[in-house]
C-alpha cells in the first residue's frame, strides 16, 4: 500500500502541472498581440507630426508617423505599428 501511494501522489501532481501548463500556453496564444490590441486605441500628438512625430500612449513616449499633419495637443488614433513607430491618424 506505501509503494502505491508513493507512485501515485506524485504522479497526480506532475499531471495536474503539465494539464495547468498546457491550458497556460493554449491559453496566450489565443490572446491577441499587444500590437493588434493597440490598433483603434487613442493617443495624444505632443508635438506637430508632419509626417513624424511623437505621441503619448497608454503613459509611454511613442514615435508617431501620420499621412496628414497633425498638431501637437490633438487626440489620434493608433492605426497600426511598424517596429517602433506608430501609424496615427486624426480623431473623428
Not at 12 to 30: D, N, Q, S
Not at 42 to 70: K, S
Request: zero cysteines; aromatic letters at 8%; a negative charge.
Amino acid at each position: 500500500m506505501d509503494t502505491l501511494i508513493t507512485l501515485l501522489v506524485p504522479s497526480i501532481v506532475m499531471g495536474v502541472f503539465f494539464v495547468l501548463a498546457i491550458y497556460k500556453v493554449a491559453e496566450a496564444r489565443r490572446r491577441p498581440t499587444y500590437s493588434a490590441r493597440m490598433e483603434k486605441e487613442v493617443a495624444e500628438a505632443l508635438d506637430r507630426i508632419d509626417p513624424r512625430g511623437h505621441v503619448m500612449y497608454n503613459g509611454e513616449y511613442w514615435a508617431a508617423e501620420a499621412e496628414e499633419p497633425i498638431e501637437a495637443g490633438e487626440t489620434v488614433e493608433v492605426v497600426g505599428k511598424e517596429r517602433m513607430v506608430l501609424k496615427v491618424r486624426k480623431k473623428g
